[in-house]
T-cell receptor, first 112, second 113 residues
Framework: DADVTQTPRNRITKTGKRIMLECSQTKGHDRMYWYRQDPGLGLRLIYYSFDVKDINKGEISDGYSVSRQAQAKFSLSLESAIPNQTALYFC???????????FGPGTRLLVL | GENVGLHLPTLSVQEGDNSIINCAYSNSASDYFIWYKQESGKGPQFIIDIRSNMDKRQGQRVTVLLNKTVKHLSLQIAATQPGDSAVYFCAENTYQGAQKLVFGQGTRLTINP
């Protein structure tokens, strides 16, 4: 089984809808991250959490919110989706002094 | 601002040749530098990292070189194989209020038969 899983893998939604992307991990890491990937822009950090009671904004948090329900679960919500949030979303866990991160398979989101 | 970037967005090599993927960084305070491989339809996968007090580190068929004088990082892949086709990202571990990674834009490596 994969160490970091994401659901759904693909999602199509309409402008204004609220959606939630879920992430679960079995690696036992305290640190978890949500990234967005757009063509030509690499990975950009949306939110991160260093433990269950810790939530921090990344560089592009506007329009998103997160919830750290447990050490193993970190969900990302779009309260009112807009077309420019169409992207590939990755969840990751992190460990160690090098901050090595382990990524999930990604969720492809299309906002119409 | 501080950033991590790549010299070339694409690189094509012949199967069996060595590949060299480059990365420039600007945050001299970063502790670690990490290379990731992202295959089509998958999440980034850790390849190798190097600490800032080192200038070379070797893994299986891969070598990372760090030149802090010119703030340059490279990933060398020996005897490139078709399975090496992917986008390669460099990332730096930088403290900006909290320890986290800053990723470059990526280089697409294509293997010619």
């Amino acid at each position: 089984d994969a160490d970091v899983t994401q659901t759904p893998r693909n999602r199509i939604t309409k402008t204004g809808k609220r959606i939630m992307l879920e992430c679960s991990q079995t690696k036992g890491h305290d640190r978890m991250y949500w990234y967005r990937q757009d063509p030509g822009l690499g990975l950009r950090l949306i939110y991160y959490s260093f433990d269950v009671k810790d939530i921090n904004k990344g560089e592009i948090s506007d329009g998103y919110s997160v919830s750290r329900q447990a050490q193993a679960k970190f969900s990302l919500s779009l309260e009112s989706a807009i077309p420019n949030q169409t992207a590939l979303y990755f969840c990751a866990t992190g460990e160690g002094p090098s901050e090595t991160q382990y990524f999930g398979p990604g969720t492809r989101l299309l906002v119409l | 601002g501080e950033n991590v970037g790549l010299h070339l967005p694409t690189l094509s090599v012949q199967e069996g040749d060595n590949s060299i993927i480059n990365c420039a960084y600007s945050n001299s305070a970063s502790d670690y530098f990490i290379w990731y491989k992202q295959e089509s339809g998958k999440g980034p996968q850790f390849i190798i990292d190097i600490r800032s007090n080192m200038d070379k580190r070797q893994g299986q068929r891969v070598t990372v070189l760090l030149n802090k004088t010119v703030k340059h990082l490279s990933l060398q892949i020996a005897a490139t194989q078709p399975g090496d086709s992917a986008v390669y990202f460099c990332a730096e571990n930088t403290y900006q209020g909290a320890q986290k990674l800053v990723f470059g834009q990526g280089t697409r490596l294509t293997i010619n038969p």
